[in-house]
């Protein structure tokens, strides 16, 4: 992937590297992780593949010291896109909230319900008045499926719900107890956090 920003003033600077995760989940967001350098001054620049398409949006750097240590990371495009059409329809960007905290299933708990492998997002939490509570969801449950969409790790029910407009009504399928269950959620607005 090739990496296009403006470190330090420096116009049009372009870095090369790899994906090294497609799906990096990060303080509850998915991102593209790649080892191509991105400096400060950077961010807001775009993330090319081979063929020369926009797979991503640089935004940020890990990095214990200030410079880059090759771990880099990209919004993807399918989302700035979405981003961009709310921006564009509204002014403003929401996203959506189920109200819980969630762990992967563990290879343990797999074994015992006969699966090949983990799947599923094990719910810890259920907060208080939460489009989650409200639906019925408990510590403990299993989510399996959320709008129709396969939940096989905690991404793809963290995309799911994020993408789905507020006030939208959802079919949730949870594992509970050892029997399938499929609860309806109106999902909830995911309050913006204070830059």
């Known amino acids: 992937v090739l990496a296009i920003g403006n470190p330090m003033g420096l116009e049009l600077s ?29 961010s807001g620049g775009p993330l090319f593949n081979n063929e020369g398409e926009v797979v991503g949006v640089n935004t940020a750097i890990l990095s214990p010291g200030g ?9 993807p ?8 059409a709310d921006l564009a329809d509204d002014g403003t960007v929401e996203r959506g909230w189920l109200g819980v905290q969630i762990r992967p299933m563990s290879p343990e708990v797999a074994n ?22 409200k639906a019925g969801l408990k510590k403990g449950d299993i989510i399996l499926s959320f ?5 096989d790790d905690l991404r793809d ?16 399928v949870v594992l509970r107890k050892g029997a399938e269950q499929t609860l309806d959620v109106t999902v909830g607005a995911l309050e913006p956090k204070p830059v």
Do not use: C, H, M, W
């Open 157 to 172: 029910l963290t995309r799911a719900v994020a993408t789905t407009t507020p006030e939208t009504a959802a079919e949730v």
């Open 14 to 42: 372009t870095s090369q590297g790899i994906v090294s995760k497609k799906n990096r989940l990060l303080g509850g967001r998915l991102y593209i992780q790649t080892t191509a350098p991105i400096a400060p001054g950077s």
């Open 147 to 151: 709008g129709g969409i396969k939940v």
């Open 77 to 84: 495009s399918d989302l700035v896109q979405t981003i961009v």
């Open 112 to 133: 015992v319900l006969g699966y090949e492998e983990p799947r599923g997002a094990v719910i810890e939490a259920v907060s208080q008045d939460s489009p989650a509570a």
């Open 67 to 75: 410079g880059s240590v090759g771990i880099g990371f990209s919004v």
